[in-house]
Nanobody, 117 residues
Framework: QVHLVESGGGLVQAGGSLRLSCAAS????????MGWYRQAPGKQRELVATITSDGTTNYGDSVRGRFAISRDNAKNTVWLQMNSLKPDDTAVYYC???????????WGQGTQVTVSS
């Protein structure tokens, strides 16, 4: 089993920045993808950003150029630096780890990000 612990959410004004972190523990494979998804009220969960263990990144269209994802493989930790935040970025942000041939997905408990206008 894999356990994910997130931190760093909160309330920020539009134009501000926040940094989320997520630490994985348990049966973590050395080959995996970690990332962030978000879900706003009444909307489907959507991709924010992912990063593989070899450093390949992928961003959702709405955050590309404003958010940056990074990771430390030795610590099984991923960070999401969020800049130029907009009210539309308001959502619960979930950390995800995907590993294995059959793609086993693990999720954190979620952290609230609220951007005021």
């Amino acid at each position: 089993q894999v356990h994910l612990v997130e931190s760093g959410g909160g309330l920020v004004q539009a134009g501000g920045s926040l940094r989320l972190s997520c630490a994985a523990s348990g049966m973590v494979s050395s080959i995996n993808a970690m990332g962030w998804y978000r879900q706003a009220p009444g909307k489907q969960r959507e991709l924010v950003a992912t990063i593989t263990s070899d450093g390949t990144t992928n961003y959702g269209d709405s955050v590309r150029g404003r958010f940056a994802i990074s990771r430390d493989n030795a610590k099984n930790t991923v960070w999401l630096q969020m800049n130029s935040l907009k009210p539309d970025d308001t959502a619960v942000y979930y950390c995800n780890l995907a590993q294995g041939i059959s793609r086993n997905d693990y999720w954190g408990q979620g952290t609230q990000v609220t951007v005021s206008s």
